[in-house]
């Protein structure tokens, strides 16, 4: 089948969206007519969503001004980009039409009334790591972003006399969140978060039940935000994947995961030095062989 057959392309309208992702041309494989087509099963290919990738695009710009930045930095993009799953974006397009009563018997008319975009509620969630990784830089983003619960003021002003203003990108970071296509060579959606806002720093509780074990501290983080979409944030997104191509990257050719001693001095020196395993065996076989 030629590509024009298989495929619509973005110079003919469709890409409302100005993304240039693969379209398939369904226009003569429908299966709900008088007949199945079983033989059109290819152009009959459906929408399948695909796991979204976050992109950190700007840091909120207290952590420039912490004693060392890179640390923070580290922190929010980690959690944001690699440690968190993501729910709550959302761009659904709705329309509310305009109804008059017609008469009797409940009948109405409908015409063009207001239409709006959804608003994403955001949210990353992830176990915290040991010693509280994340939920102490959540702490420090609400406690020196924001403001010190005990004075009112944002902690960042107490520790560094230079912090310029308190307009709203001192507190606020901008993430991209790209759904790519199967080979992660363009963007299928993408969704443009500004304004993004910690709306806590995740539970942070305690308690005391004899009959259970240590538990993990989940944190489930909803941020403000202001959303973009369109041509815009499609253009990032393919920018963005651009960067991130999938050739070469083969996991089951890396090298082995070692431990730090490994790396440098192969096996432990601890493990090597002590009997009684497999290798132990075969020395001892070949060392009380008979001479034939």
Do not use: C
């Not at 890179?70 to 959690?79: D, H, Y």
């Amino acid at each position: 089948m030629a590509l024009v057959e298989r495929l619509v392309l973005p110079d003919q309208g469709l890409h409302v969206d100005g993304g240039k992702y693969d379209m398939v041309n369904p226009f003569s494989s429908a299966q709900n007519g008088p007949v199945g087509q079983v033989g059109k099963f290819v152009t009959n290919a459906h929408r399948l969503r695909r796991n979204v990738i976050a992109r950190v695009m700007e840091y909120p710009k207290w952590v420039d001004y912490m004693p060392n930045p890179a640390i923070w930095r580290q922190a929010i993009k980690s959690f944001i980009e690699v440690h968190s799953t993501i729910s709550g974006l959302d761009k659904t397009l709705s329309h509310e039409a305009v109804q008059t009563q017609q008469g009797r018997n409940n009948r109405i008319q409908y015409e063009a009334g207001m239409v709006t975009e959804a608003i994403s509620a955001v949210t990353h969630t992830t176990p915290d790591k040991h010693g509280k990784v994340f939920q102490n830089m959540l702490w420090a983003w609400l406690t020196y972003g924001i403001m010190d619960k005990d004075t009112g003021h944002p902690g960042i002003a107490a520790i560094n006399p230079n912090v310029p203003d308190f307009l709203p990108d001192m507190y606020s970071m901008t993430v991209l969140y790209i759904e790519p296509d199967a080979y992660q060579r363009k963007a299928q959606n993408a969704f443009w978060l500004t304004n993004m806002i910690p709306e806590a720093a995740g539970q942070d509780t305690g308690d005391r039940d004899p009959n259970t074990g240590p538990q993990t501290n989940e944190l489930s983080i909803s941020f403000t935000s202001q959303q973009w979409t369109g041509w815009g944030a499609m253009q990032a997104a393919d920018v963005e994947l651009d960067r991130m191509k999938l050739y070469g990257l083969r996991p089951y050719s890396r090298k082995l995961w070692l431990t730090p001693s490994q790396q440098t001095d192969g096996i432990n020196p601890d493990v090597n030095a002590t009997p009684g395993g497999y290798r132990s065996v075969s020395d001892e076989f070949m060392t009380n062989q008979l001479n034939g």
